[in-house]
């Protein structure tokens, strides 16, 4: 099988050095491409910038911005039977980027944002009977929240991530199928989280046309 995974976190830079950005650490799109491949799946990895090697024997698209990101993924998307998405990716953008280094004034300065492309929502769109996997940070209402956002980006399944699971080398996470009830909690080192979601990955595939 083919797949597509998103990881790590986009930068949005406002003037030639300083970005909006998040502390995502990109480990468990990076874990789970590396099971997928060990599994002898085709993984595409499009990653935002990260501090983690290059997992053997997956295809690594290295990107900076949400748009970058966003057209990387159209352009893999046509050729894949999956897309598992973890990426925190901006939802905001500066609306101009400045040439140069903006220079220190006494005064308080207002950045102006825009909205960048729904990645995942894109992808749900276009999917067909293709198999789309999303992931919802949440801080609170993480149920409700978490099922809005698999019904409105056309998820097939969605992982709900708990803000302590962000950088950190384990996890615990929740799954929700369309159609289906809340699996329970799933704890474990990022690696052991990977491999659930693989296994649900080659499920749901399996019961495509
Ligand atoms: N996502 C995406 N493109 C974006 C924003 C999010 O592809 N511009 C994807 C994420 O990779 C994740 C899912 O959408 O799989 C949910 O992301 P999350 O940050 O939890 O939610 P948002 O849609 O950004 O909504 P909010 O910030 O309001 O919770």
Not at 105 to 125: M, S, V
Not at 132 to 154: Q, T
Not at 172 to 195: D, N
């Amino acid at each position: 099988m083919r797949i597509l995974i998103t990881a790590g976190p986009t930068r949005e830079f406002f003037d030639s050095v300083r970005f909006i950005s998040n502390p995502s650490s990109g480990k468990m799109g990076y874990a789970i491409a590396a099971q997928a491949a060990d599994r002898g799946h085709e993984v595409i990895l499009v990653s935002g910038p990260v501090g983690l090697q290059e997992p053997p024997g997956v295809h690594l698209v290295r990107v900076v911005s949400a748009e970058e990101m966003f057209k990387a993924c159209v352009a893999e998307f046509d050729t894949c039977q999956c897309a598992v998405m973890t990426a925190a990716v901006c939802d905001y953008r500066p609306v101009t980027r400045l040439e140069h280094k903006l220079k220190k004034q006494n005064k308080p300065r207002t950045i102006q944002l825009e909205p960048t492309e729904d990645i995942l929502a894109n992808l749900g769109r276009v999917k067909g009977s293709r198999v789309v996997i999303g992931f919802a940070m949440e801080d609170h209402d993480h149920h409700a929240h978490a099922e809005e956002k698999l019904r409105r980006k056309h998820c097939d399944a969605i992982v709900l991530n708990g803000m302590s699971n962000v950088a950190s080398d384990d996890a615990t996470v929740e799954i929700l199928r369309a159609g289906g009830t809340w699996s329970a909690p799933s704890t474990g080192s990022k690696p052991q989280i990977a491999s659930v979601i693989v296994d649900l990955v080659e499920e749901l595939v399996s019961f495509c046309p």
